[in-house]
């Protein structure tokens, strides 16, 4: 099993930054590619970014250029650097990690005021 636990989130203005990080803990050997997802109020959860093991990464549209996703394997830990955040950035953001299952955080609330 995989335990995954986000922190970072708060509530930031439009234009400032927030780091958020996800912890990962148990049979971390196991896994594979980590991501962020985000699910705004009414909406269906969507893929934010993701990172594979050795590092290459991808970005939804709306974030790339943005946002920076990072993994640090040594401290199992996964990072999300958010620049230039907007208010439709508003979301619950959820760390993701892929190995034996798929494993999810808890969520950590952004909210971007105007």
């Known amino acids: 099993q995989v335990q995954l636990v986000e922190s970072g989130g708060g509530l930031v203005q439009a234009g400032g930054s927030l780091r958020l990080t996800c912890a990962a803990s148990?049979?971390?050997?196991?896994?594979?590619?980590m991501g962020w997802y985000r699910q705004a109020p009414g909406k269906q959860r969507e893929p934010v970014a993701a990172?594979?093991?050795?590092?290459?990464?991808n970005y939804a549209d709306s974030v790339e250029g943005r946002f920076t996703i990072s993994r640090d394997n040594a401290k199992n830990t996964m990072y999300l650097q958010m620049n230039s955040l907007k208010p439709e950035d508003t979301a619950v953001y959820y760390c993701?990690?892929?190995?034996?299952?798929?494993?999810w955080g808890q969520g950590t609330q952004v909210t971007v005021s105007s």
């Open positions: 993701a990690a892929s190995g034996s299952s798929y494993y």
């Open positions: 148990g049979s971390i050997f196991r896994l594979n590619a």
């Open positions: 990172i594979t093991t050795r590092g290459s990464t």
